[in-house]
Each structure stands twice: as C-alpha cells, then as structure tokens.
C-alpha cells in the first residue's frame, strides 16, 4: 500500500538525498519533498529546527507517519521491506550481499571524504584554497571509480545495472556518486562499465525525475 503523508528532506544537489528521491520513485511512493538549503549562505541544517528533525544536521531525512528514518541507505531498506513495488535489493542472500557492498564502496568510501561539510571544514580551518579542495574531491572520486570499475567489469553478476538487469541499491548509489564526478570534472570514459551503467539508469524514468537539476529547490535560469 502506498504511505500517505510521506516526507523527505531534501537538498537538490546532495548525493545522499538524491539516493533516496531515486528510491521512493522506484518503489512508486507519493512524497512530499522539503526543501533544506544546506550550502553555504543557506546552512538551514543547522536551524533550530531541523536539528529536531536530524541531530546530525544532514539530508536526507524520510518522515512515514510517526517514524523518522535518517541516513540514506537505512531509507533504501527501510523503504525495500515496507512498502512494495519494486525491489531495490536483490532476492538472493549473496545478490544482496553484492549490491551492498557496491553501494558501500560509494557511501562509505567515497561520498564521506567529498560532501560540502568536509569542503567546508577543510577551507574555514586550514584555508584550503578551492583549486586544491577540488582536487581534493577528484582524487577520492577516481580512486572510488577506479575500484567500482575493477568490481563491476568482467563480472559475470553485472549485467544491464551493478547487479543484474534491474536497479538496486547499488545502482541508487552509483548515479548519484557520476553525477558529482562529472561536477568535478572527472572523465567518466576512464571507467567504461561504471558510464555504461550510470548512463542505463539515467534511462529509467525514476532516476531522471531524481536528478538534481530536475528538483523544485534546484536553481533556475
């Protein structure tokens, strides 16, 4: 049954958040986003509240009813085995097992180094000049793509996605991580099974509704 009244703290260009507009529109569940300016300038994190709503001052954050799930992927799960439509982890022990730990890679060993409040800690701190927090961010980008592209290639498990010919958790991870890859402009061409399947999700309607440039926070013009 779809859930009535579900929310989703977003911010229009935040990997995390974009993992979990892709799967609330897998999983084909009505939401109402709202809108949290995280950048510079914005920092609506760190309101009064919204730290009510996520002591970490993060996004995303997803409001079903009275329970009030933080963290990405604890969303993708959470969403996964209580609603249906599609599944967004595989049905076997060791597919699951597998789209995890691609999704991982990205979560855990990418993203974390790369997000705005590490950016901004490392400029207000040590006075990171932007030219070098750029290449701060490309190095842990093309060293993450570098071991995804080694996983994925030659694989007989990966298929038209990361695992098999429907989108999973890894995939929810890996579109959004290319997305601030090709932001920073690392050349994609350099991880050809990772851009052919980065390229197959922007093909399924509930990844380009989840793009950043198509949110209603996003700017215009």
Known sequence: MAAEGMKLYSYWRSSAAYRA??????????????PVNIAPGGSEQHTPGYHAVNPQRMVPVLVDGERVIRQSLAIVEYLDESHSGARLLP??????????????????DI???????????????????????ERWVR???????????????????????????????????????CYNAQRFMVDLSRYPTVKRIYEQCLTVPAFDRARPENQPDAPRG
């Open 91 to 108: 049905v076997t022990a060791r597919e699951r097992a597998r789209a995890r730990s691609l999704a991982l890679v990205v979560a855990c």
């Open 21 to 34: 507009r892709i799967a609330l529109n897998l999983k084909g569940l009505p939401y109402e986003l709202v």
């Open 139 to 177: 190095h842990w980008i093309e060293t993450g793509l570098e071991a995804l592209e080694e996983l994925l290639a030659g694989n007989p498990s990966t298929g038209a996605f990361c695992e098999g010919d429907s989108p999973s958790i890894a995939d929810i991870c890996l579109a959004p991580q």
């Open 111 to 133: 993203h974390p180094l790369n997000n705005t409040r590490v950016l901004q800690w490392l400029e207000a701190e040590f006075n990171t000049p932007q030219v070098e927090r």
